[in-house]
């Protein structure tokens, strides 16, 4: 039979995605032209209006060619549109609407986001299977799994263990529940994770007994699974071992979609290929793109080489190299030739420049300067430009973005997720919690007093009657998110440092039960203060108050109600708040309804004996921990590109699938390029579909680096048309020299240093 599906396959910027797209308005298309052969299920077969049943089913059994529409028309179906991640998810989805007028209604999800709506979607069904108990389910995030998951295993997780594994507590519990998401994400039932593990790991007495790990990991599914609550191991675990197998859902599954269209499959978990299996057998039609220099999630939970065997079931297109105007064509060949055999003596083009200093910091203020200097000269415009390095440490970041702000150059950090702690409104309302609920007072001292009132005492003015406003531009400056005090330095503030300092000096009165701020002429020269400072400050102590009663009273519903009262009262006031704040208060909001949520079901499950407030410290002790970032949503600005600089580590701007005139590889000596600027997770290579279980020896490790710097070479030069700049420095920002794979790239292009 001939196969409709499509494998597209090319290197990046090949046009696979548009390529994607068009098969599709090909398929759609076709719908015009045989109108009388249009059929579906509700209405049977009509003269002149379908294709019956029968009919359908002896062409299809013959081999005969079936206009590819029929498949998308025969129970009105959906089309499922996957991507790799939501911004590229979100890009593809318009794209097709777009294309198509809007007129076929079009799902686009990630793999894992699909999966997540599948189980929550088929939930009655998995409780009847599993005999589970009948409540909905609720998703746990990153970082409440690993506190639970902690709680739960603490008791086994003695300071031998932590010796053995060489890791401290929240590390070795990252890592065991990575092994739950690594496995179900291939495929593998939680109870095979033990077996796996013994023969990947074989005579390997630096880890953990294996049966150990998996006995862990059971006892924390069927804990989560017992009280309704899902992880992303769990939830890709349920449907891939009980909803893919299950007939109900497998009918459900064909009425609803009969297209499937997937972008880089070579970033999905090995769980996608079933799926589309399922799919392609039901007589679904398909389109996928696989990009050859892609792979950006391999040692993640992806694989790229079983999803590669789904281009046997369909028909394969080349698709030709990276466009003209990118280096990949001009560049690659050399560069990954100098990169494996550094002996060959070669010179680059003089397209690829080399910045050479002796210590980081030297390197990072040229860097700066020579884009500075590029953009003033009209020679690039900042959305041209690309800062790409393996790893982005606060210093390098702050660094840069601090030179090019004060050359008016604007810097948009890519996926900067920064914990919430960092930011001083964040603390303030932690602090501010700790001073209304009563027994939190050893998580309050002076200095957070202090910040608390900077922050809580912003002047309540009108954007468009005063000089003092929030410029609009300022809402998406990039240092907000660098060094979150200039954001509360640039908004005007009725309380200053110094006079907040002075009052927590004078006016806070510390106690482990009750914390409390005196009134304001406790401090013999209050007078200093000033009555603008002094009128702020006796409103915060007067709101305060009215909390601290209300709350006596219980007449606050929760925590969560408090924060909004405060965010309403002194942070909003129907001012502009810059960006990055109001993701931080939006995430905090949000962290904090899913924490009380998880909290009211464990208490429903198995009440236990607490002080009525031990929740709002675990609360504020994990928000500082670090544990938790802001993440931003939308991402894409409003209106269009924006005009700025991109900073982004290589992970993070291979998987934006973006592209720019210039590109600064920074850091170019460093030995983490070949680690592709993330780390793989312990045990990935042990749950590849095609070794399952077998060692990963030093060899493996050895040519898996090699192959993923071929592929980052490949994949970066497709995305840059004009000029490379490798920027290395002698020394690392510890201190050592730096010897990476890329060294050699460096030294081929000597002669063309800037300096």
């Known amino acids: 039979m001939v196969s409709h599906s499509v494998w597209i396959v090319g290197t990046s910027r090949s046009g696979k995605t548009a390529r994607l797209v068009e098969q599709f308005c090909n398929w759609v298309k076709s719908e015009n032209k045989d109108t009388e052969l249009f059929y579906t299920k509700s209405q049977g077969r009509k003269k002149g209006d379908g294709l019956s049943a029968t009919r359908y089913a002896n062409a299809n059994a013959k081999g005969d060619r079936i206009p590819e529409f029929l498949y998308l028309k025969q129970t009105e179906p959906g089309v499922l549109v996957l991507a790799a991640n939501d911004d590229n998810r979100r890009e593809l989805g318009d794209r097709i609407v777009t294309s198509t007028l809007g007129k076929y209604p079009v799902r686009a999800k990630t793999p894992l986001g699909f999966f997540q709506d599948e189980v929550i979607l088929f939930w009655p069904l998995l409780i009847n299977s599993l005999n589970l108990k009948a409540q909905f389910p609720v998703r746990l995030r990153p970082e409440t799994e690993q506190e639970l998951a902690t709680k739960l295993w603490r008791p086994q997780l003695d300071e031998e263990i932590l010796r053995i594994a060489g890791v401290n507590e929240s590390r070795l519990v990252r890592r065991i529940l990575d092994l739950l998401q690594l496995a179900a994400y291939s495929g593998i039932p ?34 989560c699974l017992e009280r309704g609550l899902l992880t992303y191991g769990i939830i890709t675990e349920l449907y891939s071992q009980h ?13 609803r979609y009969q297209a499937v269209l997937a972008d880089d499959v070579d970033d999905y978990p090995s769980v996608a290929r079933l799926l589309f299996e399922l799919l392609l057998d039901q007589g679904a039609v398909g389109a996928f793109s696989y990009n050859l220099d892609g792979a950006v999630r391999l040692g993640l939970g992806a694989d790229p080489n079983y999803l590669e065997g789904l281009a046997e079931r369909c028909r394969v297109e080349i698709l030709t190299g990276p466009p003209p105007e990118s280096l990949g064509e001009q560049l690659t060949q050399q560069m990954v030739e100098l990169v494996t055999e550094p002996m060959i003596l070669s010179s680059l083009p003089e397209i690829v420049h080399s910045i050479e200093t002796t210590s980081r910091g030297q390197l990072l203020r040229q860097t700066a300067e020579v884009i500075a200097n590029a953009i003033q000269s009209q020679q690039v415009q900042p959305e041209q430009v690309a800062i790409i390095a393996p790893g982005l440490d606060a210093i390098a970041r702050y660094t840069l973005v601090e030179i090019l702000v004060k050359q008016n150059i604007q810097v948009q950090s890519l996926n900067d997720q920064r914990p919430l702690i960092s930011s001083p409104i964040i603390r303030a309302l932690l602090t501010m919690l700790a001073l209304v609920y009563p027994g939190l007072g050893r998580l309050v001292d002076r200095d957070a007093v202090a910040e608390m009132l900077v922050v809580l005492s912003r002047k309540q003015q009108s954007p468009e009657n005063s000089t003092d406003a929030i410029n609009p531009t300022d809402a998406m ?25 002075l009052i927590a000096d004078y006016c806070f009165l510390p106690h482990p039960d009750r914390p409390n701020l005196l009134p304001v002429s406790a401090f013999e020269r209050w007078d200093r203060i000033g009555y603008a400072a002094t009128t702020a400050y006796n409103e915060i102590l007067e709101w305060l108050e009215q909390q601290r009663s209300q709350q006596e009273l219980r007449l606050i519903p929760s925590p969560i109600s408090l924060l909004d009262r405060a965010i309403q009262r002194f942070l909003w006031n129907g001012s502009n708040l810059p960006y990055e704040q109001l993701a931080a208060l939006r995430e905090l909001l949000e962290t904090a309804q899913h924490y009380w949520e998880i909290d009211t079901r464990l208490r429903q499950i198995a009440p236990v004996e607490t002080t009525p407030h031990t929740t709002i410290i675990e609360f504020i002790q994990l928000l ?26 290589i992970f993070q701007y291979r998987s934006s699938r973006r592209s720019h005139r210039w590109h600064f590889w920074l850091d170019a ?55 490379v700049y490798l920027c290395h420095s002698d020394l690392a920002v510890n201190g050592q020299e730096q010897l990476g794979p890329l060294l050699p790239l460096v030294n081929a292009c000597v002669t063309h240093s800037v300096i």
Do not use: M
Request: hydrophobic share 40%; charged share 25%.
């Open 624 to 649: 500082r921990r670090g544990t938790i970032t802001a993440n931003p949503y939308p991402v894409r600005p409003i209106s269009g590109v924006r005009k700025a600089v991109t900073l982004a580590t």
């Open 190 to 223: 939680c109870e095979d994770i033990a077996q796996i593990l013994a023969r990947g790991l074989g005579e390997n007495t630096t880890t953990l007994e294996p049966e150990f790990l998996g006995s862990l990991l059971l006892d924390w599914r069927n804990w």
């Open 243 to 255: 909803l893919l197998s299950d007939r109900n859902y497998q009918q459900h599954l064909a009425k």
């Open 669 to 723: 000596g460093s030995p983490l390029w070949a680690k592709g600027g993330a780390a793989t997770l312990f045990g990935a290579p042990f749950f590849l579909r095609d070794r399952l279980g077998e060692p990963w020896t030093a060899e493996d490790e050895k040519l898996a680096e090699e192959q993923r710097l071929r592929r980052i070479l490949a994949d970066l030069l497709s995305r840059v048309s004009e000029r």
């Open 477 to 501: 400056n990039p240092t907000d998110a660098i060094n979150p005090t200039d954001a509360i330095n640039r908004v005007s503030t009725n309380i200053d440092p110094v006079r907040a300092g």
